[in-house]
């Protein structure tokens, strides 16, 4: 049981736009930041927001980032094939001492 | 190019020892925190361990905690994991992953992982 949580799954077709919920606590997303990664089949995890929505160079502008309260959302544009993925958020948490991960949303480009 | 790359993974005995390597290229390694975080097969991301730029401080998750150390060398631009008194719930790939914006901050880049078998 993982302490931020995803969906399993999301799906959504080529050109619309999917979110990804991450629910969290007042001990970790409540009180600081929320980052996004994505992984690609078979690859290693990879930045894909950082502090709730900012973006490293190179990440589209279709992927975006938002907080409320003690959840956030990852938004996906314009979905693409090679959008097919899993996507995880993270947070600190400061009850746990630790870093913490949602269970991880596997997102499928119909 | 920033690039991390590990090594040491493989079979290994429900007991027994394996030390996992990490090595940095493109950045001044002495100058970030880094973590190790692993994947069971088919599961989700797991947080394993943190140690900052000096090594002076290192935290860990209580699943590994008393049987695992990190340590870093960072003259040789290397970070380390062993790992002791194995058990089969530790199989898994281990990645290492430099720290952004300190211990509460996020992860870039990952290394391409390291897998980590437990098995009699």
């Known amino acids: 049981q993982s302490v931020l949580t995803q969906p399993p799954s999301a799906s959504g077709t080529p050109g619309q736009t999917v979110t990804i919920s991450c629910s969290g606590s007042?001990?970790?997303?409540?009180?600081?930041?929320v980052n996004w990664y994505q992984q690609l089949p078979g690859t290693a995890p990879k930045l894909l927001i950082y502090s709730y929505s900012q973006r490293p160079s190179g990440v589209p502008d279709r992927f975006s980032g938002s907080k409320s309260g003690t959840s956030a959302s990852l938004a996906i544009s314009g979905l693409q094939s090679e959008d097919e993925a899993a996507y995880y958020c993270?947070?600190?948490?400061?009850?746990?001492?630790?870093?913490?991960f949602g269970g991880g949303t596997k997102l499928t480009v119909l | 190019e920033v690039q991390l790359v590990e090594s040491g993974g493989g079979l290994v005995q429900p007991g027994g020892s394996l030390r996992l390597s990490c090595a940095a290229s493109g950045f001044t390694f002495s100058s970030y925190e880094m973590n190790w975080v692993r994947q069971a097969p088919g599961k989700g991301l797991e947080w394993v361990s943190y140690?900052?730029?000096?090594?002076?401080?290192?935290h860990y998750a209580d699943p590994v905690k008393g049987r695992f150390t990190v340590s870093r060398d960072n003259a040789k631009k290397l970070l380390y994991l062993q790992m002791n008194s194995l058990r089969a719930e530790d199989t898994a790939v281990y990645y290492c992953a430099r720290a952004v914006a300190g211990r509460f901050g996020w992860f870039d880049p990952w290394g391409q992982g390291t897998l980590v078998t437990v098995s009699s």
């Open positions: 993270a947070s600190w948490d400061d009850s746990l001492n630790a870093v913490v």
């Open positions: 140690i900052n730029s000096s090594g002076s401080t290192v």
């Open positions: 007042s001990s970790n997303i409540g009180i600081t930041t």
